[in-house]
């Protein structure tokens, strides 16, 4: 069965530090896609990344980075130099042929908190 | 246009009214979801809709009733609605449906239930 695992719950950084927000995920099909999703204070989930399965290279976009590593099973988020407009909770998903019914499978999310 | 518009942003209603919620998506999009958000917790999906035809219901009860009357519109029917359905329902759409497309979401409605 499918399964994100995001084992930080909360999250605490001051300004400017860097933070890495970790996601495990359990497949067992060979084509699967690993989401990324902020949700800040507003309510409404912003999409940040889609990876597939076959495409392994790190991806870098401004302030954010994602290390996607298959043999760990792991698709970890990097936010370097954090800002206050950081704060939210992530949302690492996964989609695979056998989500079935389920086309997003979440993981229970890290609420990060980015402190002046 | 990249958005997901969803009304009301916010709405009380007592367990014997019968209100509406309304999701408008512009960007083509042949896949709209309801999903339902309590406090700290992920979205439970509820419905999908694929090309205007439900295709998904998470055995939802019965007293939450899904429509989508063209490619555009999503709306979710409420009645006789119990207190423990007090939450966040978030709209979201996706190009077509299958496991590559991400899908954009609405901001949601928060909704409370007395």
């Known amino acids: 069965a499918q399964k994100v695992t995001q084992a930080q719950t909360e999250i605490s950084v001051v300004e400017k530090e860097d933070v890495t927000l970790d996601c495990v995920y359990e497949t067992r099909d060979t084509t699967y896609y690993l989401f990324w999703y902020k949700q800040p204070p507003s309510g409404e989930l912003v999409f940040l990344i889609r990876r597939n399965s076959f495409d392994e290279q790190n991806e870098i976009s401004g302030r954010y980075s994602w290390n996607f590593q298959k043999s760990t099973s792991s698709f970890n988020f990097t936010i370097t130099a954090s800002q206050v407009v950081d704060s939210a909770v992530y949302f690492c998903?996964?989609?695979?042929?056998?989500?079935?019914?389920?086309?997003?499978?979440f993981g229970k999310g890290t609420r990060l908190s980015v402190i002046a | 246009d990249t958005e997901v518009t969803q009304t009301p942003k916010h709405l009380v209603m007592g367990m014997t009214n019968k209100k509406s919620l309304k999701c408008e998506q512009h960007m083509g999009h042949r896949a709209m979801y309801w999903y339902k958000q309590k406090a700290k917790k992920p979205p439970e999906l509820m419905f999908v809709?694929?090309?205007?035809?439900?295709?998904i219901n998470e055995s939802v009860p019965s007293r939450f009733s899904p429509e989508c009357p063209n490619s555009s519109l999503l709306n979710l029917h409420l009645h006789a609605l119990q207190p423990e359905d007090s939450a966040l329902y978030l709209c979201?759409?996706?190009?077509?449906?299958?496991?590559?497309?991400?899908?954009?979401f609405g901001p949601g409605t928060r909704l409370t239930v007395l």
């Open positions: 979201a759409s996706s190009q077509i449906p299958g496991l590559a497309n991400e899908q954009f």
């Open positions: 998903a996964l989609s695979d042929r056998n989500s079935g019914n389920t086309p997003l499978v």
């Open positions: 809709y694929s090309y205007e035809k439900l295709s």
